[in-house]
Each structure stands twice: as structure tokens, then as C-alpha cells.
């Protein structure tokens, strides 16, 4: 290389003697000032001399040829090229951006100090900065000697890359070679298995500190707790923090700080308690830490005690910003939103942290208008643009309000700021937001051009078609994430999210293989999933297996168990299995009843008219209830009005202090039912809400009741103007209304003109057909009904409307046709109902034989009404022999009831039997039996 050179050799001695020693501190500045690139050959151009000799072999190499001479000079020329490399590379250390270390690579290897290992450990290092992995395995394969340093930076620039199995490898590698290694080593090892989420093997690492003495480096135990605590193994961690020597800001922190992680605020509380008992001062990230932790356990005097001691350690909030963030989200997780939004006034140096503090704090306390304002002064005040957990946050209150116009806004402001494109859980709020405002088809086309959805975006997905009653869609989406593909992403969420869509008998089979998932997938232990498993079963109609399940689990039950059984049960019409479950819940005694079980409790007993049930649940509800609940009260009406008892109905609904229009639904509809149509109409007259399409019903019933047809045109009139005229059951009601009033082609004209029909308006249109005695257009209608082209399905109402006017046109061929027809062609189970208008159609054609038979073929004991309807027929045909055995039936299953006795009596007495009528009629008086009177209602004028 000497020969093939230019440059004379007078020139390499003067480059290599005391004048690049001179320009050593030159170089030095300027590279530590960040003026000259890490690029070492740019240097050279800048200084001519220094670079001709730079492309020359390294000093070793030449040294007996031009340097035998000058022995000292040598000397100094190799420590001077040496003292240059090392100033190279601790400024580059210090950088935080490496242009070319390939470059400084090249000079160390030509000036032979390759084999210097603290030099060779910080290129390694450099390579690793600049994701040179390639050069870095290079430059470590050509050491020959190799220290604890060297595998040390090796293995760090692996960590670096993403490559933490590689670096495990190499770690393994130390240990089969017997390479001695030091707690660095170990800390990175640690770190390597943690991003591999292998923490489990964490007790290999922690034996080995323990084996070779290296566990008492706090740094090294910190990382182990650390990783045991991601691996959900807090216990282990507890166990290192405990053995630890010499603990550090740091430990103490990171057992505090792992504690509330792993769901345990109180030890959180507790390990601060001896933090402070030890004399080690907190920092921000302590109190930081502990104040989520009484936000997690909502203990605001704790919380507030801890505020004071920030204040009193003087971290101040302008200086700390995270305690006082802290601070705000525990004053609102406690419900204090007054102080949350002092202490956020009072911070001066406001980061989008802060804002999104206060505004989840708002919005969790149900204060949504405060909510918006801040997200408005955020913006135009201060001009701190929301991030994305700002959008996830107000995208959520969107979705609990149904504010779909506000939601699309918000939509429209991620795709504009590209949100979408940098965060996926932006998507999923948004798809959130879209199901629980109902646009269903919105959040479909979202999912569906997301690519890169995850889990979260198909429960999601999944909860939106629940939610809507997509059912369908729903299984499917569901069959689609536990299929081959998926099957192992299933969480507890995906669970939750579908058990929603099975909420009928024919999705039972559907919903136990939910549970079957539930269990396979190792969630039969969590209570939330049992307490959602069970309400699916109520909503199936499978009441055995809720119970059983509710059974099975008498450890971990909880208010929310006893809730989802009674409510459930209650909503379901399995109302006195609700008041059981209550009394049940009340003698295991370890739980305490709330607002939900007393509505459950309250509306069963309506249901099944107590009302010395529904008065002390009230009681109850008085005593143990901090404060009233509008919820509370409207079901209070309700059930006073289903048990008849319209003064108390009334009464709850005067205390009321502000009542809503569901409040005067309530009470609109308890007077309507009980007869009270005037009270209904001097109500509504009183009214200072707008009326929706609930209140109108109301009052069509309540003119239905008084035969009043003026009362009905004016309310029909009402809804005219309020626009109300399209709805489907408004058609039904006036149908209705108009039919009882004897203006039955004046219901028709409002049923035929009407643009959308449900189900109700068919069966109200066939039942005044037959009211009226027109059981051949019943039948017509009936035709037209079930035909294809209307869309409509008969239900159990249709058929009871249908064999109703059969009964009063005497078709009793076609009445029984269309019984047989129900179940084999329209699927529809028979009810008590049903079987009342087939007795009592047979009653009417005088086949009381034949009604009889028909009762006994059921094969099932039936219930009073049916006997009642053959009552009725043997005493309106005169047949007493009949009628006594039929009365006898009717007198074992309610004996108090005294309109049986009343009905055989006058049987008797039109045959002139009077002495059974007169014996019949002194029993109703002996047992001091009333049989309510019937009335008539014309208008007068």
C-alpha cells in the first residue's frame, strides 16, 4: 500500500507528529458543538494533510519502515489517533442521530485499534442506534476477545430493533459458552423476555441473580418486578421488593405503581404508607400513582388528605402537571366534580391531558353540556386541538345520548385530522357510537372498509346488530370471529357483546352454545359473564337454567347476579319466580337490595295485582332509598294502576316535584285502565309537556272506555296537527276507538288509508269486524293478512281477534280450521286465551258436548277461563246437568270467586229449579262474595 501511494513521505511524518496533536482540540469543539458530521472522512477534506494520510494503511502496519528512527514520535502518534477516535465516538454517543459510524468503523480499523474493546462496545452501540444490524453482527463476529461490555451492547442493540429473541439467543449463548455476565446483562435479558411477553420465564433470570450474588443491584430487581407484575405475578414481585437490599425512589415506585396495575389500590395505599414510614421522600410519579389509587376505590376523604400532602411536599401543580391530572380524575371518579374543576382552573400550564380529565370527569358524571362546553373552550380558547382519547371520550357521550347529528360531526372531524388512519380505536368509538344511535347500516360500511380492524372493531361490530335487533347479523358476524381464523382472539367482550342477540326461544340453542364458548374460553369463573349468561336464558324463556346458574355459583354472586334473575324475571312476565328470587336474595342476608331489584320487585307485583306486595316494596323503597327516582315512581304508578288503586297512583305522581311526559304517560295510562277516562282528559288538559305519540294512546283508550266519539274525533284531531297520524299503533288505537264507538266504516276508512300497518292495526281492524258481527270480512281480512304480499306474520292476537268474530258469526267449521291452522301452519302455540274463543264458539252453536270434549282432549289441567266460557254456554242453552259438573270444576279452583254461583243460580232458575238457586244464592251471601256489577255508557248531546 506504501508503494501505490502519492503522498512523500516527509508529508506522513509531519501528519503523524505533533501537528494532528495540535488540531486535536479543534476537532474535539467542533464535534461536540455538533458543527462537523460523524462522516470522518469530511474531515479530511476540510484538512488536506490529514486526509492524504487518512487513505494510508494504519500506523501498526508502517511503523518499522518510516518510524525506526522515531521511537517517541511513534508513541505520540498512536495515543494521538487513538484520543482522536475516542473524541469521535463519545461525541457521537452524545448525539442522538448517527450519520455514518461505518465511517469510524473504517478509521479505527486503519488505525488498528479495532481490538480496543471499549471503543469496538461503542460502535456496537452506534450500529444499534442506526438499525445497522448487519454491521453490528459483523463488527462482533471479527472481535477476538469479546467482554461482559461487548455482549452487553450486542445484546442492547438487539432490544433495540424489535429483535428480543435474538438477544435471548445471544444471552443463552453467554451461558452455554461460560461467559461471565453482570446484572446489566441480566436487566437486559429481563427486558428481551418482557417484549416477548414471555414474563413467566422471569424466574430464570431472578435464580440466576440469586446464583451468582448480582440480585442485590436495585436496578436489576426493580426490572424483575417489573416483569413479574406484567406476568400477573405480583405475589413474586411483593416477594423481590421485600428481599431487596437497598430500595430506591425507583423500587418503591414500581411496587406501587404494579400494585394499582394489577387491580389492587389498597396495596397501592399500603406500600405508600410504608414508603413514607422508611423516610423515602415521593415524587410525582408516587403521587401521581396514589391518587389513582382512591380514584379506583373512590375514597375521596383519603383522596383529599393526599391533595393536601402534594400541596405541603410543594409540587406545585405548574411544575407537575400529572399529580394535578391525577388530582382531577379522582375528584371525579369521587363524584366531586366542583373540586375537579377548581383545581383545573387553578392549573395554568394546561396540557390536552388535563382537558381530557375534566371532560371524562364531566361526561362520568352524567354532566353532559358541561362536557361540550369544555371540549368548545378547548378549541377556541385555548386552541389545544383534541387528541385522540378526547375523540374516543366525546364519541362515547354521543353514543350513551344518541346524539347520531353531533357523532357524525365528530366522525367527520377524525377523517379530516386523518385519526382514523393513525389510530384503530378511534375507528372502534366511532362504530360504537353509530350502534347505540341506531344507524346500524353506518357502522357496517365503517367495519367493513376498516382493514386493519381488530378484536375490539368486531365486538363492536357484533354489539351494534345486537343492540338494533339484528339478530341475524349478529350470529353470523359472531360464527365469523370463532371460526378457524379467529377462534383464538375470542375475549370475554365477544361474549358479551352477542349474548344480547339471544332474547327468544328460538335463539336458545344458539345462546347455550354461547356458554359453551363462555366455558371452553376459561370465563365461567367471572361473574359478569354468568350474570350475562343468565339473563340470555331468561330472555330464552329457559327459567330452570337460569336459576340452576344462579345456584352453581353461590360464592361469587353478587347484587348484579340477584339483579339479572329478578328484573330479568319481572321484564320476562315471570313475575312471581321474581318476588321468590327477592325473597330468596333477603334471607341469604349478605346482600343488599337497590334501586334495580325494587323496580323489579315493584313492577311483578303490579303484574300480578298485589298490592299489599307493590305498598311495602314502596315502604321499602322510602326507607332504604337515599333519594327519589323518577324511574322509581313512574313503575310506583304503574303498579298502583294495575292493582286498581288509582288515589295512590295519583298521590305518587302529585309528589313528583318535576315530573316528565313518561310520568303523565304513567298516569295517563293507570286512569285510562281503571275506568278513569274524564280524570284522563282533565289531565291532559293540565298538561305542560309536549305530547308524543304514547300520550295519545291514552287518550283513544280512555274515549274507547267512555263511548264518547266527541272525545275521540278531538283526540284524533290532536294527533292530526302533532303529525302523529303515521304511526302504526295510533292506527290501531283509533281503529279501536272509532269500532267500540259504533263508527266502524269510519275505523275502516282509517285503516285502509293508513301507509304503514303493524300487526296491531291488522288484529284491531279484524276484531271490529267481528265485534260488529262481520265474520266473513274478518275472515277476508284475515286472508289478506297472511298473504305474501303483505309482510305481515299473525300472532297470538291476531287469532284471538279472528276466533272472536268466528264466535259471533257463528263460522265454527272455519273457527276450528283456523285453531288447527295456527299451530301447523303459522306456528303460533295456543294460550288460554285462544281456547276461551273456541269454548265459547262451540258454546254459542250449542255444541256443549263437543266444548267439553275440547277442554278434557287438551291433556293438560286448564285454567278458570276456559271453564268459565262452558259455564256460560250450558246456563244461555239451559243445560244444568252440564253446567253443575262444569260449576263444580269452577267452584274447587276459585271458590271465592261469586259470579260461578251467581252464573248456575240464574241457570236454575230458568228452569225452575229454584230451590238449588235459592241454596246457591244463600251460599254467595254466607261467604260475603260480591260479583262486580256491569255498566253501560251512552253520550248525551
Not at 161 to 181: C, D, H, P, W, Y
Not at 476 to 482: A, M, Q
Not at 839 to 852: F, H, N, S, T
Not at 854 to 864: C, L, M, S, V, W
Amino acid at each position: 500500500m506504501v508503494r501505490n501511494c502519492t503522498i512523500s513521505p516527509k508529508k506522513l511524518i509531519i501528519y503523524c507528529s505533533g501537528h494532528i496533536i495540535c488540531s486535536n482540540s479543534f476537532i474535539r469543539r467542533n464535534f461536540l458543538a455538533g458543527h462537523l458530521s460523524s462522516n470522518f472522512y469530511n474531515i479530511k477534506r476540510k484538512h488536506e494533510r490529514y486526509f492524504t494520510a487518512s487513505v494510508l494503511s494504519p500506523v501498526t502496519s508502517i511503523g518499522h519502515n518510516v518510524f525506526d528512527e522515531m521511537p517517541n514520535r511513534e508513541n505520540r502518534t498512536v495515543e494521538s489517533r487513538f484520543m482522536l477516535l475516542q473524541d469521535v465516538l463519545r461525541s457521537s454517543m452524545m448525539r442522538t442521530e448517527v450519520e455514518t459510524p461505518k465511517s469510524i468503523h473504517c478509521f479505527a480499523l486503519k488505525c488498528g485499534f479495532l481490538q480496543d474493546l471499549p471503543a469496538s462496545s461503542k460502535l456496537l452501540t452506534l450500529y444499534g442506534r442506526t438499525r445497522d444490524l448487519v454491521s453490528s453482527l459483523d463488527l462482533f463476529d471479527e472481535l477476538k476477545v469479546k467482554d461482559v461490555i461487548v455482549w452487553n451492547c450486542m445484546i442492547t442493540a438487539m432490544n433495540q430493533n424489535g429483535r428480543s429473541l435474538t438477544a435471548v439467543g445471544f444471552f443463552v449463548e453467554m451461558i452455554q459458552k461460560g461467559i461471565e455476565f453482570d446484572s446489566t446483562t441480566l436487566l437486559l435479558a429481563a427486558s428481551a423476555l418482557s417484549s416477548l411477553h414471555l414474563s413467566k420465564k422471569c424466574q430464570m433470570v431472578h435464580c440466576l441473580a440469586i446464583e451468582t450474588g448480582l440480585v442485590s443491584d436495585s436496578s436489576l430487581c426493580n426490572a424483575l418486578m417489573n416483569l413479574y407484575a406484567k406476568g400477573d405475578d405480583l405475589s413474586s414481585a411483593e416477594c423481590v421488593f421485600t428481599h431487596m437490599e437497598h430500595r430506591d425512589i425507583v423500587s418503591w415506585n414500581t411496587i406501587v405503581t404494579k400494585c394499582l396495575a394489577n387491580g389492587h389500590p389498597w396495596k397501592s395505599l399500603k406500600y405508600f404508607k410504608s414508603m413514607t414510614s422508611s423516610g423515602q421522600e415521593a415524587d410525582n410519579v408516587t403521587f401521581s400513582c396514589v391518587i389513582s389509587a382512591c380514584s379506583s376505590l373512590e375514597e375521596l376523604p383519603l383522596g383529599e388528605s393526599l391533595h393536601g400532602l402534594v400541596i405541603k411536599s410543594g409540587y406545585s401543580p405548574e411544575a407537575h402537571v400529572s399529580v394535578a391530572n391525577s388530582i382531577i380524575t379522582m375528584y371525579s371518579k369521587c363524584r366531586d366534580t366542583e373540586a375537579a374543576e377548581i383545581v383545573f382552573k387553578e392549573l395554568l400550564c394546561k396540557d390536552v391531558v388535563s382537558w381530557n380529565s375534566v371532560l371524562s370527569g364531566f361526561a362520568s358524571n352524567g354532566m353532559f353540556p358541561e362536557a361540550f362546553g369544555i371540549l368548545k373552550q378547548m378549541q377556541s380558547v385555548y386552541r389545544i386541538q383534541p387528541d385522540i382519547a378526547t375523540v374516543v371520550t366525546v364519541t362515547s357521550i354521543c353514543g350513551d345520548l344518541c346524539m347520531s347529528r353531533e357523532g357524525r360531526a365528530i366522525h367527520g372531524y377524525t377523517v379530516r385530522r386523518e385519526m382514523q388512519s393513525r389510530a384503530l380505536e378511534v375507528i372502534n368509538s366511532v362504530i360504537d357510537m353509530y350502534g347505540k344511535c341506531g344507524l346500524t347500516s353506518q357502522a357496517e360500511l365503517l367495519f367493513k372498509t376498516t382493514t386493519n380492524r381488530d378484536l375490539v372493531s368486531w365486538n363492536s361490530m357484533i354489539s351494534a346488530f345486537a343492540q338494533n335487533r339484528f339478530t341475524q347479523e349478529a350470529k353470523n358476524l359472531f360464527k365469523e370471529v370463532v371460526s378457524e381464523n379467529y377462534c383464538s382472539k375470542v375475549s370475554l367482550s365477544t361474549v358479551l357483546s352477542i349474548l344480547p342477540s339471544c332474547d327468544c326461544s328460538d335463539s336458545l340453542i344458539f345462546g347455550k352454545s354461547v356458554h359453551c364458548w363462555q366455558l371452553k374460553l376459561g370465563f365461567g369463573d367471572n361473574i359478569l359473564s354468568a350474570n350475562s349468561v343468565m339473563n340470555m336464558y331468561i330472555g330464552c324463556g329457559d327459567l330452570a337454567s337460569a336459576l340452576l346458574l344462579l345456584e352453581r355459583i353461590p360464592e361469587t354472586r353478587d347484587l348484579a347476579s340477584w339483579n339479572s334473575v329478578i328484573y330479568g324475571c319481572a321484564s320476562s312476565g315471570h313475575h312471581l319466580e321474581s318476588l321468590k328470587a327477592f325473597q330468596a336474595m333477603s334471607l341469604e342476608g349478605n346482600i343488599r337490595h337497590d334501586l334495580i331489584t325494587l323496580l323489579g320487585t315493584i313492577s311483578a307485583s303490579g303484574n300480578l295485582g298485589l298490592v299489599l306486595q307493590g305498598r311495602c316494596f314502596h315502604g321499602l323503597a322510602i326507607k332504604t332509598l337515599r333519594e327519589s327516582d323518577t324511574q322509581l315512581q313512574n313503575t310506583l304508578i304503574t303498579m298502583y294502576g294495575r292493582c286498581k288503586d288509582i288515589d295512590s297512583a295519583v298521590k305518587v305522581f302529585g309528589l313528583i316535584s318535576d315530573p316528565n311526559l313518561c310520568s303523565c304517560n304513567c298516569v295517563i295510562s293507570a286512569l285510562s285502565q281503571n275506568k278513569a277516562g274524564r280524570e284522563v282528559f282533565k289531565l291532559f288538559r293540565n298538561l305542560k309537556l309536549e305530547p308524543n305519540e304514547i300520550t295519545v294512546v291514552g287518550l283513544l283508550s280512555a274515549s274507547t272506555q267512555l263511548g264518547s266519539i266527541g272525545y275521540g274525533m278531538q283526540a284524533h284531531c290532536h294527533l292530526i296537527r302533532r303529525g302523529f297520524q303515521e304511526n302504526p299503533f295510533i292506527c290501531a288505537a283509533l281503529v279501536d276507538m272509532y269500532s267500540s264507538c259504533g263508527m266502524l266504516e269510519t275505523g275502516m276508512k282509517v285503516f285502509k288509508n293508513s301507509g304503514k300497518k303493524s300487526v296491531s292495526a291488522w288484529n284491531s281492524a279484524i276484531s271490529a269486524y267481528g265485534f260488529h258481527g262481520m265474520g266473513k270480512k274478518a275472515m277476508e281480512l284475515f286472508k289478506e293478512m297472511s298473504s305474501s304480499t303483505s309482510g305481515m306474520e299473525p300472532n297470538k292476537s291476531t287469532f284471538i281477534s279472528l276466533f272472536s268474530a268466528c264466535s259471533h258469526s257463528g263460522f265454527v267449521d272455519e273457527g276450528l280450521r283456523y285453531y288447527n291452522q295456527m299451530v301447523e301452519k303459522f306456528r303460533v302455540k295456543p294460550v288460554t286465551e285462544h281456547r276461551v274463543c273456541i269454548v265459547d264458539m262451540l258454546g254459542r252453536a250449542g255444541k256443549l258436548r263437543e266444548a267439553y270434549e275440547f277442554i278434557t282432549g287438551i291433556g293438560e289441567p286448564q285454567k278458570a277461563g276456559v271453564w268459565g266460557a262452558l259455564l256460560s254456554a250450558c246456563k244461555y242453552h239451559g243445560d244444568t246437568k252440564l253446567g253443575k259438573e262444569v260449576a263444580e270444576v269452577l267452584f274447587e279452583m276459585e271458590p271465592d270467586n261469586a259470579s260461578y254461583y251467581i252464573s248456575l243460580s240464574n241457570t236454575y232458575v230458568e228452569l225452575g229449579g229454584w230451590e238449588e238457586a235459592v241454596r246457591l244464592r244463600k251460599l254467595v251471601e254466607d261467604k260475603a262474595l260480591k260479583k262486580l256489577p256491569g255498566y253501560s255508557v251512552i253520550s248525551v248531546g
